[in-house]
């Protein structure tokens, strides 16, 4: 069975931030969270794409890791 899991996807800069709360399917990569959060709309210099740096609580991932209930997922600036 599959349920749904809570999780947040954060990206900040010098001057704000911006935190969304997900509930999302489990088994949700960090890409795809990432994705379905809209975080890009709210900053005009921030374009998702293969390159972008991502992780969980501060340590480095890849966009295809699986996310666990309570994770924040972090998109690092350049």
Same mark, same amino acid.
């Given at each position: 069975?599959? $349920? ?5 996807? =954060?990206?900040?800069?010098?001057? %704000? &931030?911006?935190?969304?709360? /997900? !509930? *999302?399917?489990? $088994?949700?990569?960090? $890409? &795809?969270?990432? !994705? &379905?959060? $809209?975080? =890009?709309?709210?900053?005009?210099? /921030? ?11 501060? &340590? ?5 890791? *699986?996310?666990? %209930?309570?994770?924040?997922? !972090?998109?690092?600036?350049?």
């Amino acid at each position: 069975m599959t $349920g749904l899991i809570l999780i947040e996807v =954060a990206y900040a800069l010098p001057d %704000c &931030q911006q935190i969304i709360k /997900l !509930e *999302v399917p489990a $088994g949700t990569t960090l $890409g &795809q969270a990432v !994705e &379905q959060s $809209g975080i =890009a709309k709210y900053f005009d210099d /921030l374009h998702i794409n293969s390159e972008t740096k991502m992780g969980v609580w501060g &340590q480095l991932m890849s966009a295809d890791r *699986v996310l666990e %209930c309570g994770e924040r997922v !972090e998109i690092y600036r350049p």
